[in-house]
């Protein structure tokens, strides 16, 4: 596939409009072509059947490169009557999707490597059961995506005499696909693994409200196969050697269809994919057997999990008790599992993965971010904007700071360092003044309401513009009709729309006529005083002269 041409749309306007587009089955027809043999009405169940297979029950369209007009009239009747809706894309289109699928977007169904290469040996008999399966040279991408809104999971404490219950997350929202890595940062007891949980579909139960969606279905046993889980506390067994674990891992878990070499190969792939080629006959050790380091020891984790080729990978805490190049190198793996590698076939992954405290190199390696306080979600969005979505909100590090940390401090209320939003420095100062606050820390909860907080003031701050102007505008009209005097000037106080009305009237009330009377004597005394004031100098310069 060629480069991208002027004409080409960029950006998020191709990717939303790929996004609709969802799984897809790509069809290169110049290159790709169905051969004489073929049963087309089985090509068309196959592809069907495969999607199925892999969970997947939505819109499915044949998006056929180049001129469809070539598609012999039997395929697309043949097509057709699974339901599959073949569509024209223009080359250009093409071009450009091409690249955002390459890019981004897109993974390849494991299986469809045997059907998929754009088959220089079409002509030949074909040996390999896949593609005899499926008869011709397709490309299948399942675009796998993640969608959770408004999540909230609560749990029963049982005591001896009541129950209470308690809410461990609330209003939880955000999406994640493909290729991306999404990091879920949070202070201790946020809720972090337990909303791993939840995305994994490990946890079901006492989920309250809102909605955990793959591909727009909710959670079913046929997705179990397509989600890895890496859990905090891992569990290997000590005696055996890295490319021992991973082998019983792949024999046990990777489908009957595949053969026990075809399964080497893949440990192969997965220790070489992931770096352990130095230690791959070490044994993995445990408290009592000294084996492989803190670093290799969770690779190894993340590759019994890879080995299965998930769509969805998730991991908790993977990074925890490890120093930060062994950090570094471990979100690394995490970026390139995600990554699609179109030119060796590899599936790009959506990767989800708490942290705790990650560096800053660390830090903008994550496309997006959910940032949790307690139990309630701060942000949600691409990493790279967090700083300044909560600079606009009035949060800013007054020092350098890391972003990692300077996001879990403000998501704990510590805002020691941190410039604080004019709506809560009067919270923060009340605060300050009790007796039982610390300096400088906000409860979660403030910080969670300042958008709200800024927006009132942001909202007050225009209303009292938009006010002012119109008195203004009222006024000039009336002082033509002689009824105004002056124009009344807005005093902001605490927040709230004052206006001095003083002179403003010229029927003035009993008050201001009081106060009016008061201001003349004031006048006629000081008058006085200096009246008496300057005959007094004029006889001591008498006096001198
Ligand atoms: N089944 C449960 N019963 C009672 N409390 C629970 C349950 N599950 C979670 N919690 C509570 O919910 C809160 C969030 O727990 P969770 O393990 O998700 O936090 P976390 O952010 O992952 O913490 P850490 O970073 O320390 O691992 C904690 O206060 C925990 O005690």
New binding site residues.
Partial sequence: MGGSSGSVPTGLVVEDEYATVRTSVWWDIKNCQVRKACDLHLIAQNISSVLAEMGYRGPVSISAFRDTSKIAQPTVQALNSTGIALNHVPAVKVTCWWQMVVDRLCCIHDSSKRMTRTSPQHNKPCKDYQQYRYGANFMLFFVFILQFTDVGYK?L?KRIASSTE?D?LQGITGSSRPGELLAVM?P????????LSLLGGRTTANIVQGSITYNDEPYSKSLKGRIGFVT?DDVLFAHLTVRETLTYAALLRLPRTMSRQQKEERVVNVITELGLQRCQDTIVGGSFIRGVSGGERKRVCIGNEILVNPSLLFLD?PTSGLDSTTTLRVVQVLTEIAEPAMDMLQSGKTVVT?I?QPSSRLFHRFDKLIL?GKASLFYFGRASKAMSYFSSTGFSPLIAMNPAEFLVDLANGNTNDVTVPTGLEDKLQSKESGRHTTRGKLSAEDVHETPRIVKKVEEAAEMRQEGAKNKIEKATDRSKGGLFLKTSVPVLDGGKTKSSRSNSFAKVSPKLEAEKGLQEKMRGYCCGFLATNKSKSKETSKEVD
């Fill in positions: 749990v404490l308690k461990i949070g201790s007891a946020s809720g972090k693994t337990t909303l905090q805490e708490t705790h949790l």
